[in-house]
C-alpha cells in the first residue's frame, strides 16, 4: 500500500513536521511549484533523507510546505521514484550532501528498468486521458478522446489500420496477430492527437523487438537500414534475433516519425 504524504500549499508547517518526526528515516522530495519537473533540463524532483537540512528554507523559515515549494514524503525510494515517473515521467535527483551522507542512490533503478518505466508511463497517460473523458459531456469529443485511449493501448482502429500494412513483424517474421504489438513510431508523449492516430506513425513488431525499438536500442536509418546501439553487444543481438543487415522498407508518409526516433529515442552511446 502506499505510503506517500504530499504535503503542498499548507496554511502551515506542522503537520509536515510531524511526519518527518514520526519517519526521521524516510526521504523526501523538494519540489518548486512553479518549476515543470518533467522538463529533462531541470534537476527537480530532489531526493533528500528526511532530516536533510537543505529542506529548511533558509530565508523563510517554516514555510516548507506553505510557500513556493511543497514536499513528497515516503519511507520507501522506490515508491517516490514510481510517483515521479507516473507524475513527470522523470526519475529522482538525488541531493548531494544526502548523497555524501549515504543516501542509497543504487536503488534509484531511473530509466534503466524499461519494464517499469514503460508500465508507468502507460498507466500515466492512460490515467490523463480518462480524467479529461469524464470532464467531457459532448459525444463527438468523448468518441474522439475513446479512440485515443484505444489508440495508445494499441488497439482499436488504429491497431486495425497498422495491421493492414504490416501483417507480421517486419523483422522476425512473426505473424501471430495476438502477439503482434502496435507500437508508436515518435512516442506518445511527444506526438499530437492526429500523430498518434496515423497508421503510417505504427509499425506491429513482435513483443522483444517492440521493447528494443521502444526503449530506442534499435532504430532504422532514412534507407530502412537497421542500427543497434552499442548497448547490444553481437552475442545479444543474435539471442535477440536481430543483425545489422536487417532492412526494413520505410513508406514515405513513415520518414518524418523515423527521423524523430532516430535523432530524440534512439540510444547512440554505449
Ligand atoms: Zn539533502
Known amino acids: 500500500m502506499s505510503d506517500i504524504k504530499i504535503f503542498e500549499n499548507m496554511p502551515n508547517d506542522d503537520d509536515y513536521n510531524k511526519w518527518i518526526e514520526e519517519n526521521s528515516n524516510g526521504f523526501v522530495l523538494n519540489i ?33 510546505t506553505t510557500g513556493d515549494y511543497f514536499k513528497v514524503c515516503s519511507n520507501s525510494i522506490e515508491e517516490l521514484e514510481q510517483w515521479s515517473w507516473f507524475k513527470y515521467q522523470k526519475g529522482l535527483n538525488p541531493c548531494k550532501i544526502c548523497k555524501k551522507k549515504g543516501l542509497p542512490v543504487e536503488q534509484l533503478t531511473g530509466i534503466q528498468n524499461f519494464q517499469i518505466t514503460s508500465a508507468l508511463s502507460l498507466k500515466s497517460d492512460i490515467y490523463k486521458l480518462e480524467k ?59 506526438c499530437n492527437n492526429e500523430e498518434r492516430l496515423d497508421p503510417f506513425n505504427g509499425l506491429m513488431l513482435a513483443p522483444h523487438i517492440d521493447a528494443l525499438f521502444d526503449s530506442g536500442l534499435i532504430t532504422f536509418e532514412t534507407d530502412g537500414t537497421i542500427k543497434i546501439s552499442p548497448k547490444i553487444d553481437p552475442e545479444n543481438q543474435k539471442r535477440l534475433g536481430i543483425s545489422p543487415d536487417i532492412k526494413l522498407k520505410i513508406r514515405p508518409k513513415s520518414k518524418k516519425y523515423f527521423e524523430y526516433h532516430r535523432n530524440h529515442v534512439f540510444q547512440k552511446e554505449e
Not at 518548486?32 to 533523507?49: G, Q, T, V
Not at 528554507?57 to 517554516?62: C, K, Q, R, Y
Not at 469529443?141 to 517486419?170: M, W
Open 32 to 64: 518548486h511549484l512553479r518549476r515543470d519537473p518533467s522538463n529533462i533540463h531541470e534537476s527537480h524532483p530532489r531526493i533528500h533523507f528526511a532530516n536533510c537540512r537543505q529542506l529548511e528554507n533558509i530565508n523563510n523559515p517554516g514555510s516548507s
Open 132 to 190: 479529461r473523458l469524464a470532464s467531457r459531456a459532448n459525444s463527438n469529443k468523448r468518441t474522439e478522446i475513446e479512440t485515443l485511449i484505444k489508440a495508445r493501448l494499441g488497439q482499436g482502429i488504429f491497431r486495425k489500420n497498422v495491421l493492414e500494412q504490416y501483417p507480421s513483424c517486419p523483422l522476425t517474421g512473426l505473424d501471430i496477430q495476438p502477439l503482434l504489438i502496435a507500437s508508436h513510431i515518435k512516442p506518445w508523449s511527444k
